[in-house]
């Protein structure tokens, strides 16, 4: 990720968005030494919708004998990491 000064990005603020949008790269805007903004490529929309998940996930192989080990793994697993707290609350 390059970083730039804000006055630099204004005065090429055209070339700046043509290189994040035709080439992918992001900056990092600063002022003063201190990143205040990052520009970026968005990423792109999936083709997946969640109305198609169901049948996805029929089209997946049927777990082996082991599923029911897999699932005490996941089950033990939730229990030891603790859950993310949402920011904005």
Not at 69 to 88: C, G, H
């Amino acid at each position: 990720m390059e970083r730039i000064s804000v006055t630099q990005a204004v005065r090429q603020f055209s070339d700046l968005l043509n290189r994040v949008y035709y080439h992918g790269v992001s900056f990092e805007l600063e002022r003063g030494n201190k990143v205040i903004a990052r520009i970026s490529p968005v990423s792109s929309e999936s083709p997946l919708k969640v109305k198609d998940l169901n049948k996805l996930f029929s089209n997946f192989p049927p777990l082996g004998e082991d599923s029911k080990t897999f699932a005490k793994d996941l089950a033990n697993i939730r229990k030891k990491v603790p859950l993310e707290k949402n920011q904005w609350d």
